[in-house]
């Protein structure tokens, strides 16, 4: 079963009005001013169709961009923005720019026009309109939004990071040709996937952000998105997932081109909802597995992974739009001032383990080490599981970056170093024989070249191809004598190498 099914049954089933308020959840902001900044760029290697518009006409693909970052508030500040604000972008993403705002709260189905939800329109947020980023080198999430939802749609979350240190992009989730989803299949995970890929590019553009420091988050949907991305790129330090699909729909994942679990090595944190009392389980025929079964994360074998389970929080309230604006499902809601807590210690936790990955704070890795109830949080309220990755496979690629790091040099001793350490490890012959060739050949390099040569030579001490490639290595950098002496060796190891034999010859002459 689809989770957007799963997702709509408890959204259609509410039937009472919630009570929230910025103010009550009660996040406590960080020592920064928060910037938020908007823009739609295109990527001209996709095209779209506004749907609304109904023609055929074709547009490169627009991305809407939200980002919210340390801010530099001078003398003349600017605007603080309000909820209604965030709203107007909705309005964009959606694809209805021009509705008017009286419209916004009966316009879209996951706001609803009461009261309490027009009350939030006017509430101020921390976010500043476009201020000067904050001079610095800030961790940067990047995050995919759930099901065809907006990126603002965890502002409140966003401006708590932003205020902690740390830069927030987001853009929204769209179908591969229109607005629309095609329900949650493969296409469409792979579609928000490459949307992320499109903001990783993205994050370039700011000399603020570390791009050797990022995190991927996802809510929903928005999760399996983020999961297939980890696998596909090796960029990414870590992954937030906010009751992610990865967790209920595991087979979208197996689908794709991309799924590799042994691709998947980055710390791994999941906070899941409540357990679904068995009445709505029975009701709205939601597979009971959907409270136990969690295929990722017991499958992950190289990450460090984390499952907390918030017992006072249903899905929808992952969200700052859900906390806000959702109606509540009295079945097995729990109260507006439980749902608050839980949103904000979601928070907290989540900034705890970014400060730990990203920032490597002691304090936060401790934080995440422990128990919720070590950290004074009762297992009424968040309960934990954890798992420690596997050690990676050791190979030649990684003893190469072990070389790269030391330029090249003392190599024997990091190769005895390495093969003490990690059972079975080897190194090929031939790819040290390329790797030493390649270096040689460029004339800033010859010295690690040669490098690469002694330590080959060292494993494999009777290589004649080896003994040629170094001759090979000397002779294009003008070093007559070395490269007549190894072409000797190469001759007395293989007496029919017959560039040996040529060489030297040339080299007579």
Not at 206 to 232: C, P, Q, R, W
Not at 373 to 387: H, P, Q, T, W, Y
Request: proline fraction near 4%; include cysteine.
């Amino acid at each position: 079963m689809r989770l957007t099914i799963f997702i709509i049954a408890i959204l259609m089933s509410t039937i009472t009005y919630g009570q929230t308020s910025l103010q009550g959840i009660g996040l406590k902001a960080g020592k920064h001013k928060v910037g938020f900044n908007h823009y739609v760029i295109e990527d001209s290697t996709r095209t779209y169709r506004i749907h609304n518009e109904f023609n055929n006409q074709h547009i490169d693909r627009p991305i809407p961009i939200s980002v919210w970052y340390p801010a530099k508030i001078e003398d003349s500040s600017p605007q603080q923005l309000s909820v209604l604000d965030y709203l107007e972008i909705l309005k964009e993403e959606e694809e209805w720019k021009n509705l008017p705002n009286y419209f916004l709260l009966d316009w879209f189905p996951y706001l609803w026009n009461t009261p309490q939800n027009k009350a939030h329109l006017s509430e101020i947020v921390s976010a500043f309109s476009n201020p000067t980023f904050l001079d610095g080198n800030f961790p940067v999430v990047v995050y995919a939004p759930s099901y065809q939802a907006s990126s603002i749609e965890n502002f409140a979350l966003f401006e708590y990071l932003a205020s902690n240190g740390f830069v927030v992009m987001s853009s929204p989730s769209r179908g591969t040709d229109t607005r629309w989803l095609e329900g949650g299949t493969t296409k469409d995970m792979e579609t928000q996937s490459r949307d992320v890929e499109f903001l990783l590019k993205e994050i370039h553009r700011y000399k603020n952000i570390d791009i050797e420091k990022v995190a991927l988050m996802g809510f929903s949907f928005g999760g399996l998105a983020s999961a297939i991305t980890v696998m596909k790129n090796k960029n990414i330090s870590a992954f937030v997932s906010l009751d992610g699909t990865e967790r209920y729909n595991y087979q979208v994942l197996e689908k794709s081109p991309y799924f590799n679990l042994d691709k998947f090595t980055v710390p791994y944190i999941h906070f899941a909802q409540k357990e679904i009392p068995k009445s709505v389980l029975i009701s709205d025929k939601i597979p009971e597995e959907l409270n136990y079964k969690f295929q990722l994360y017991d499958s992950l074998k190289y990450s460090n992974a984390y499952s907390y389970r918030f017992h006072d929080l249903t899905h929808s309230y992952f969200s700052s739009f859900g906390v806000l604006f959702a109606n509540r499902d009295k079945r097995q809601d729990k109260s507006d001032d439980k749902i608050m807590t839980s949103y904000r210690l979601l928070s907290e936790h989540t900034l705890e383990f970014l400060n730990a990955i990203l920032k490597k704070e002691k304090t936060a890795n401790d934080f995440i080490q422990n128990r919720p109830v070590e950290n004074g949080f009762s297992d009424a309220l968040i309960s934990r599981k954890m798992k420690q990755a596997n050690p990676c496979k050791f190979d030649y690629k990684d003893f190469n970056d072990l070389a790269i790091r030391q330029d090249y040099q003392d190599l024997i001793p990091l190769y005895n170093k390495a093969i003490s350490k990690h059972q079975g490890f080897e190194l090929e012959e031939g790819m040290l024989n390329t790797l030493g060739l390649r270096l040689s050949f460029d004339a800033k390099k010859m010295e690690q070249g040669i490098n690469v040569f002694m330590l080959a030579l060292h494993i494999f001490p009777k290589s004649a191809n080896l003994y040629d490639s170094l001759a090979e290595a000397y002779l294009y950098n003008k070093d007559f004598k070395n490269a007549i002496s190894n072409f000797k060796k190469s001759l007395e190891l293989n007496p029919n190498n017959q560039n040996a034999i040529d060489r030297l010859k040339q080299l007579k002459d």
